[in-house]
Nanobody, 116 residues
Framework: QPQLVESGGGLVQPGGSLRLSCEAFGFTFSSYAMSWYRQAPGKEREWVAGISSAGRIRNYADSVKGRFTISRDNAKNTVYLQMNSLKPEDTAVYYC?????????WGQGTQVTVSS
């Protein structure tokens, strides 16, 4: 059973930075693309960023393009989300995701709050 364990969330002021981590267990991490999603209060779950298995292709939602960077370290079975120039509208629970055998696997989520 694949497992994803997230960390790095917290409270930051507008304009601040935060780095999220997601460590994977129970599958061949280097064979799978990974994604970050978020869900803000009262809104649908939103795709934020994705990265290919070898890390060569990276894609972002328009709302975070130029501010967030997704990366991965396959030797550590870990995917990261570096978040800069944070805005109050970035406040959400952030989830790590991978797709295996036609089903989605999710981390437990980590809360990010951007407020003064």
């Amino acid at each position: 059973q694949p497992q994803l364990v997230e960390s790095g969330g917290g409270l930051v002021q507008p304009g601040g930075s935060l780095r999220l981590s997601c460590e994977a267990f129970g599958f061949t991490f280097s064979s799978y693309a990974m994604s970050w999603y978020r869900q803000a209060p009262g809104k649908e779950r939103e795709w934020v960023a994705g990265i290919s298995s070898a890390g060569r292709i990276r894609n972002y939602a328009d709302s975070v393009k130029g501010r967030f960077t997704i990366s991965r370290d396959n030797a550590k079975n870990t995917v990261y989300l570096q978040m800069n120039s944070l805005k109050p509208e970035d406040t959400a629970v952030y989830y790590c995701n991978t797709r295996r055998a036609d089903r989605d696997y999710w981390g437990q989520g980590t809360q990010v709050t951007v407020s003064s």
